[in-house]
């Protein structure tokens, strides 16, 4: 009962924020163009004080949850890579076929902050993500304008909108260019970095992706600063979460030592889960959550949430591939194993994803009755050791790599490999734990790796080499059009 009372509180609070976050829907001309005059006035007419800015920043909570965090938008990197198929025997007409197939087109379509089953780009990812990126800039102004009122309060209040405003562009930079590594300099183009509310500022083109690196750095680093050193509410971004997040960019960056220094400093905080793995994984009872996304249903709480796994089970829409699958299943004694089950349709064996567990909150109906976990720590310690091993310090990632490994199955032996053998054996157990939860594509790419599919549902889909221009997905063409970014290569 104790759980559930918190539970509904929650969805309380972020009631009215979900007011004024959809009054802010309108028919885009670009991603500059994402808040209607409309739309403006009545967040300017209620964010009045410290207390609003709070509520407002609930809502913005809300559209994560149902906007940033959809399942198809989590789906994406485990599709385009190896992980994840569509459930048809074609990838023709079928959800997100066209990008299972790595034949992106650029459109002017702009009427949704969400990837549409028949979208052939990702646009709609692309509104939703700037919608939260000026949700949490207006935050930051207004946190600023009433500080006086409780500098405390306000500090955590922009504590957790610089994070957030972080995690966006990072999702939107993933998907819409290059990794970090694939120029000397990362001087190729990222994504235009906004820190504006206000969409009639002009937008001068595409930053770098050196550039969009360091203000995610001077994001995450502020909102360090801010969040409160105590806070362990994983349902809102607090210091351990922004810590991982900055940990999660540095990785991705290659500057292997920061990346391992905060790993360890969040893995020493939170440590990895034991008791209950993996079956309390996505639940508010997962210890090693650092920040979750709560599940809900419209006619109760005011918005919906779809997570990944409404497109598992019931509704299966996508499957498990062959590779993935039987690298689950390669030890007999992997308590992982269970997040793919095997079923014969039509005399053909199919995977099934079930990592993601069902009626966790029983208002809430359907495959999506979890709390979505953004990161968590077991991330961190695969994280340290990457890090380590890039650094060649061979015993301290095998300790983390081992830590992984012999939870999932206390009887495996210790780690001996070194040098490149090491790394490939982090990365396997990087795919295996974080399996379908939206990094596998992204990784390939950091590690230079192309994608090659054992059971691709044709031989056209089948091998995908690195370096390849079809990896990341076109910018929207209203944003080429309207605010004169520049298209990818081959868009």
Sequence with gaps: MELKNYIMNYYKKLLVGIVL??????????FLDNVSEQGTLIRQDYVTDLKTTNEYLNGVYADMGGNLFHGYHMIYPELIADNVKPVSGSSTNVPLGIHYNWSQQADESSSAVTVSSSAVNFNGFS?????????ASYVLEKADEYRSQDPAVADAIKGQAYAIRALSHFLLVNVFAQSYNFTPDASHPGVAYVTTSNWTMPVNNRNTVAEVYLNLVSDLN???????ATSSNTLVMNRNAARALLSRVYLFKGNWLLAKN??????TAVPIMVTNYPAKLFTLTETEALFQLPPSAGAINGYATNFASRYYRPTILFLATSDVSTLLNEDANDARK???ASAVVSGITQWNVIKFPTAVVPEVSGGGSYYQTVIRSSEMYLTAAEAYAQLNNTDSAGFYLDAIRKRANPTVTATT?????LLESIYKERRKELAFEGFRMFDLLRWKKGVNRADALSAATQVLPYPSNNAIA????LDVKVSGLVQNLDY
């Excluded at 502020?222 to 409160?228: D, F, T």
Aim: with cysteine; net charge positive.
């Design 474 to 477: 076109p910018i929207p063409a």
């Design 262 to 267: 905060l790993a360890r400093q969040v893995g």
């Design 338 to 340: 269970v997040w793919v």
């Design 222 to 228: 502020n909102a360090i600063s801010l969040l409160p």
């Design 21 to 30: 976050i959809t009054s802010l829907l309108s028919c885009k001309k670009s």
């Design 127 to 135: 509104y939703g993500a700037y919608r939260v990126i000026r949700s």
């Design 417 to 421: 490999l070194t040098g490149s053998a």
